[in-house]
């Protein structure tokens, strides 16, 4: 059974920084690749990074810009998610996500707010 279990959301005044995690179970993590998505309140589920299997190839969302980074540790079937420089409309559920064997998987999502 695929699990994917987020944390280390929380509140953070605007420039500030946070971690968050994403441990995986019930499939073999070293060789899919892993996604970050968002959701903020009233807006539709967009696109934050994702990061092949080797954690050689990321890819980010236009709105990141550089604050962003996705990294993982296969030997613990984790994915991160650090970010900095964090804004008031970075404020959002964030989820993560993988396709395995052709279906999606999604987290149940960490909330991250911003406050200026």
């Known amino acids: 059974q695929v699990q994917l279990e987020e944390s280390g959301g929380g509140l953070v005044q605007a420039g500030g920084s946070l971690r968050l995690s994403c441990v995986a179970s019930?499939?073999?993590?070293?060789?899919?690749?892993m996604s970050w998505y968002r959701q903020a309140p009233g807006k539709e589920r967009e696109f934050v990074a994702d990061i092949d299997w080797t954690g050689g190839y990321t890819h980010y969302g236009a709105f990141v810009k550089g604050r962003f980074t996705i990294s993982r540790d296969n030997a613990k079937n984790t994915v991160y998610l650090q970010m900095n420089s964090l804004r008031t409309e970075d404020t959002a559920v964030y989820y993560c996500h993988a396709r395995v064997r052709g279906i999606l998987y999604w987290g149940k999502g960490t909330l991250v707010t911003v406050q200026s």
């Open positions: 019930g499939f073999t993590f070293s060789t899919y690749l």
